[in-house]
């Protein structure tokens, strides 16, 4: 599977200025440019800098970015699930993970979450993918939002379907291990019925135990 990226951006709106949000970035340009000490969800900002420089290195790694003049204040990771994961299991090249979605908190309430899962969907490439997303309340930030589990699930949800995203029932161990976790995807409308059928098996691995 050839993994072509075309370059999308759109310019924002805030009460805090016109932000860009674009991509996919090429490694280079994201090294190119600062990356806000308040992105602090995943690891620290330097890690997590360079971490994403990586994701686009790989053939189908995407990232999204936010950015403020010459610094990112949000971005967004899609690439192939963690091979720890049940999603890897298929092999399956026309599957991909929105890994990470992170804003810093001066921005957040502003619609740039939901505008970069817009821009990320505007390549027409991804019509060739089954895009998934596993939201775990434990990675969300309760404390500094002042959110409790559901508002915050009810926060993701939307970000996501403005990507197109929808919920899909799963048997997965650690999404069903928590009410408020879930599984939500979007599948390409140029993705085939056995890539289709393949995605159902992922999701309920442990169908035959009952």
Request: proline residues 4%.
């Amino acid at each position: 599977m050839i993994h072509s990226k075309t370059y999308n951006a759109v310019q924002k709106e805030t009460i805090h200025g016109t932000v860009v949000i674009e991509g996919p970035i090429p490694s280079e340009e994201i090294a190119r440019l600062q990356f806000h000490e308040d992105l602090v969800a995943f690891r620290a900002p330097s890690q997590q800098h360079k971490a994403i420089i990586e994701i686009a290195k790989l053939p189908e790694g995407r990232i999204i970015i936010v950015r403020d003049q010459e610094t990112i204040v949000g971005y967004c990771t899609y690439l192939h699930p963690d091979p720890l994961e049940r999603w890897s299991q298929g092999n399956m090249e026309n599957l991909i993970e929105l890994g990470a979605i992170e804003v810093i908190p001066k921005f957040r309430g502003t619609g740039v979450g939901k505008t970069l899962l817009r821009v990320s969907m505007m390549d027409n490439a991804m019509e060739d993918y089954i895009t998934i997303t596993t939201e775990y309340y434990w990675h969300w930030d309760l404390k500094g939002t002042g959110l409790n589990v559901w508002e915050y699930r009810k926060v993701m949800e939307k970000m996501m379907q403005a990507g197109g995203l929808e919920y899909f029932a799963t048997d997965d161990p650690e999404i069903s291990s928590h009410p408020a976790n879930c599984l939500m995807a979007k599948i390409g409308s140029r993705v085939d019925s056995e890539s289709i059928q393949q995605f159902d098996q992922l999701r309920f691995m442990n169908r035959f135990m009952y």
